[in-house]
């Protein structure tokens, strides 16, 4: 996920998708939410180029801390196969895993099979598997999904998930891996390999397909019926829950019911987050403007706690076992843009988005909560 597609799509309808506020449904399958994830994927940047953060009582402490007395127990890696930053390749996720594993956190790794954002707007193949055939990409898919997952078991950091691609609403790796004329057959080929390739690495490790189809029902059914037909395997139905472009809450626990009833496997938010601010820290245009706000709820720390904490109860309600906060620790540190390929000269399009303020500060009201 990224903003740059996001604030168009967040233009188009901005008006229409001002939520009134809505009670959260009754529990009728209540569960108790396990993975309670953070997205820290450009942390270790941040931190390379100086990043102070700073807890509660205002002490200057390690991020990974911070969100752990919160309660969160995972992170969440996104890899890139040959990014231009040099963030979030191999060498840079292995480093992370370490770091991640030794805070005691359980570790999903994302893999976008890209070099660049992968969201439901765009599927870039990465550069060296440009002129490949489907066949060629199965074979990609399942070596650099194996070839990723061992290094990590072999520095003692297996993951405990991993994502086969990111929000791949109408498939990855495109043209090859895109469902078109409603064929999943070119994209289950793949999942398929990148299922196996996580199980011959680890059998425990949970695959998890993640869509950003919280808004639909009828969308949500027509990818997981499609793939499921096409015999995919999986362990987790992920979604990506952002209120602003995914409509109300009890419609998200409609989906998420429903998701979990029709497939019978367990199903994670894989992404959600509130702005606490409707103003713009740096020269890159927010990537959700804080005008547009769910539930009648403000722009305010004590706003996005509550908007989290709705969702996490939603979530809960509807039966799910887990949430996680899209890059709560991107604060706008400048050398830590959006772009890859320009990280430098880009800012950050989630600075108020992120659980921590313009000077590092945390939002004390946050909470991840079981």
Known sequence: MHGSIRAAIAAIGAAALVLTAAPTPPASAATTLTMLGADVSSLQRSLDLGAKYYNAAGTAADPLDILKSAG???????????PASGYNNKAKVLQQAKTLKAKGLKLLIDFHYSDTWADPGKQYKPAAWNSHTLAQLQTDVYNYTYDICTSLKAQGTTPDSVQIGNEINVGMLWPQGQVTNNNFAPLA???KQGYNATKA???ATQVMIHV???DSMANA???????KAQGVSWDISALSYYCMWHGTLANLYNVIADVKSRYGKPVVIAE?????????ADSEKNSIPGTVLCDNIPATFAGQAQQFTYVQNTARNAGAIGVFYWEPTWYAVKGNGWDPANINGTGDGWDNMATFDWTGHVNPNIRWTP
């Open 72 to 82: 969160a127990n995972y992170g969440r890696l996104r890899i890139w196969n040959n």
């Open 189 to 191: 080929s793949l999942l």
């Open 201 to 203: 690495c680890n059998s």
């Open 212 to 214: 950003a189809d919280a």
């Open 221 to 227: 059914r027509w990818f997981f019926d499609g793939i």
């Open 272 to 280: 959600t987050a509130y702005q606490f601010t409707t103003a713009d």
